[in-house]
Protein backbone atom coordinates (compact mmCIF):
# COMPACT_ATOMS: atom_id res chain seq x y z
CA UNK A 1 0.00 0.00 0.00
CA UNK A 2 1.42 3.58 -1.11
CA UNK A 3 -0.12 6.60 0.78
CA UNK A 4 0.68 10.02 -0.24
CA UNK A 5 -0.39 13.76 0.99
CA UNK A 6 -1.04 15.71 -2.53
CA UNK A 7 -1.56 19.00 -3.35
CA UNK A 8 -4.28 19.87 -6.46
CA UNK A 9 -2.81 22.90 -7.59
CA UNK A 10 -5.59 23.37 -10.23
CA UNK A 11 -7.88 26.32 -9.90
CA UNK A 12 -11.13 24.15 -10.21
CA UNK A 13 -9.77 20.96 -8.41
CA UNK A 14 -11.59 17.92 -8.82
CA UNK A 15 -14.76 19.31 -9.36
CA UNK A 16 -15.36 19.72 -12.92
CA UNK A 17 -16.45 16.94 -14.94
CA UNK A 18 -13.77 17.06 -17.24
CA UNK A 19 -10.95 16.80 -15.05
CA UNK A 20 -12.52 14.62 -13.15
CA UNK A 21 -12.75 12.47 -16.32
CA UNK A 22 -9.29 12.27 -17.00
CA UNK A 23 -8.36 11.40 -13.25
CA UNK A 24 -10.85 8.12 -13.28
CA UNK A 25 -9.23 7.39 -16.72
CA UNK A 26 -5.62 7.34 -15.34
CA UNK A 27 -7.20 5.70 -12.27
CA UNK A 28 -8.68 3.02 -14.51
CA UNK A 29 -5.21 2.40 -16.23
CA UNK A 30 -3.82 0.38 -13.12
CA UNK A 31 -4.88 -2.64 -12.13
CA UNK A 32 -4.36 -1.65 -8.39
CA UNK A 33 -7.34 0.24 -5.74
CA UNK A 34 -6.97 4.17 -6.15
CA UNK A 35 -8.61 5.85 -3.24
CA UNK A 36 -8.66 9.60 -1.79
CA UNK A 37 -9.16 10.40 1.53
CA UNK A 38 -10.35 13.88 2.15
CA UNK A 39 -12.04 15.62 4.67
CA UNK A 40 -12.46 12.20 6.81
CA UNK A 41 -14.12 10.70 3.75
CA UNK A 42 -12.44 7.90 1.63
CA UNK A 43 -13.48 8.19 -2.14
CA UNK A 44 -13.05 5.39 -5.03
CA UNK A 45 -10.91 7.19 -7.30
CA UNK A 46 -12.31 4.92 -10.45
CA UNK A 47 -15.26 6.37 -10.07
CA UNK A 48 -16.59 9.47 -11.69
CA UNK A 49 -19.84 10.62 -9.20
CA UNK A 50 -17.27 9.25 -6.56
CA UNK A 51 -15.17 12.07 -7.27
CA UNK A 52 -16.98 14.46 -8.14
CA UNK A 53 -19.20 13.72 -5.00
CA UNK A 54 -16.04 14.68 -2.96
CA UNK A 55 -16.03 18.78 -3.81
CA UNK A 56 -12.25 18.76 -3.83
CA UNK A 57 -10.97 21.91 -4.71
CA UNK A 58 -7.50 23.42 -5.94
CA UNK A 59 -5.48 24.46 -3.19
CA UNK A 60 -6.52 21.46 -0.89
CA UNK A 61 -4.41 18.27 0.27
CA UNK A 62 -5.80 15.09 -0.21
CA UNK A 63 -4.21 11.54 0.73
CA UNK A 64 -4.32 9.58 -2.13
CA UNK A 65 -3.86 5.71 -1.27
CA UNK A 66 -2.83 3.17 -3.99
CA UNK A 67 -3.05 -0.42 -3.09
CA UNK A 68 -2.36 -3.63 -5.32
CA UNK A 69 -0.12 -5.54 -8.18
CA UNK A 70 1.07 -1.47 -9.66
CA UNK A 71 0.58 0.79 -6.72
CA UNK A 72 3.92 2.40 -7.31
CA UNK A 73 3.12 3.03 -10.79
CA UNK A 74 -0.02 4.41 -10.39
CA UNK A 75 1.09 6.24 -7.73
CA UNK A 76 3.73 7.95 -9.43
CA UNK A 77 1.18 8.77 -12.48
CA UNK A 78 -1.62 10.00 -10.54
CA UNK A 79 0.91 12.27 -8.30
CA UNK A 80 2.07 13.34 -11.64
CA UNK A 81 -1.49 14.23 -13.18
CA UNK A 82 -2.38 16.16 -9.93
CA UNK A 83 0.82 18.19 -9.60
CA UNK A 84 1.03 19.12 -13.27
CA UNK A 85 -2.67 21.16 -12.57
CA UNK A 86 -4.22 18.10 -15.46
CA UNK A 87 -1.78 20.35 -18.13
CA UNK A 88 -1.28 19.50 -21.24
CA UNK A 89 -4.79 17.31 -20.58
Known sequence: MQIKDVNVV???????????????????????EVSIRVNERQING??????????IIGGMTITLITNGSDEEAAMEAITELIESGFEGC
Open 10 to 32: NQVGLRSRRVASIFVAKANSFDC
Open 46 to 55: KSLLGLLSGQ
